[in-house]
């Protein structure tokens, strides 16, 4: 059961529940320590009474967001992911449409997870993140175990071929990212259209380059 406040928190409206929770994670992005509820408040359109209102401590607040991230990812993102296809880049190309849909609520929570499993010496909820890793572990597996490595021209090994694709994949992400930047992150999410299409266009190259035509 919830403590009563998240049930206060989880009572308001939908928009101004995201609001919050938008802000909240994009100034925990900066670690916990380095957060300020100041920069929160603000974002959200609220006053800091009801911040503390609602969570009661900064900690509190930090761990509902891990926790709530967490149960987001699994309910609109993990669960909707149909991890049999026989295709390892249809299932890629799943994956970044189910996280475009979740990201236009929530820019910045696959960054906040990101950020709360690398802040070793900050986080007071790594506990919270066990389950995290051990969905996408599970993810992981089943997507490869389902992986018709047929589809995969008989002169390349299809770990090796799985491997390479993985890496373009990560890569291309990872560098637009790093083209936007850091405090321009939200900008990626916002031409999320451009960015599909242009990975459309390199998942198309890797088919040429590693599948059977």
């Not at 409206?13 to 992005?29: D, G, S, V, Y």
């Not at 049999?84 to 880049?89: E, G, R, T, V």
């Not at 390479?164 to 850091?182: C, E, L, P, T, Y």
């Amino acid at each position: 059961m919830s403590a009563p406040q998240y049930d206060k928190f989880h009572s308001i409206e939908e928009e101004k529940r995201e609001r919050i929770l938008n802000a909240a994670m994009t100034e925990f992005l900066n670690g916990f320590k380095k957060a300020s509820t100041d920069n929160i408040v603000r974002e959200a359109g609220i006053s800091k009474g009801l911040l503390f209102h609602y969570f009661g401590t900064k900690e509190n607040l930090y761990n509902f967001l891990v926790d709530n991230a967490v149960n987001i990812v699994q309910t609109e993102f993990i669960d909707l992911i149909n991890t049999h296809q026989p295709d390892i880049l249809d299932s890629i190309w799943q994956l970044s449409l189910l996280k475009l849909e979740l990201s236009q609520r929530y820019p910045t929570i696959f960054e906040f997870l990101t950020r709360v499993y690398v802040d070793d010496k900050d986080c007071p909820a790594k506990e919270h993140l066990k389950k995290f890793h051990q969905i996408q572990g599970k993810i992981i597996a089943d997507v490869y175990a389902h992986c018709d490595k047929t589809l995969f021209r008989e002169d390349i090994p299809p770990e090796k071929a799985i491997e390479i694709i993985m890496w373009a994949v990560n890569g291309f992400s990872h560098s637009k990212v790093d083209q936007a930047g850091h405090d321009n992150i939200s900008s990626v999410i916002k031409n999320y259209d451009a960015f599909l299409e242009e990975f459309k266009e390199h998942l198309s190259i890797l088919r040429k380059c590693f599948y059977k035509m």
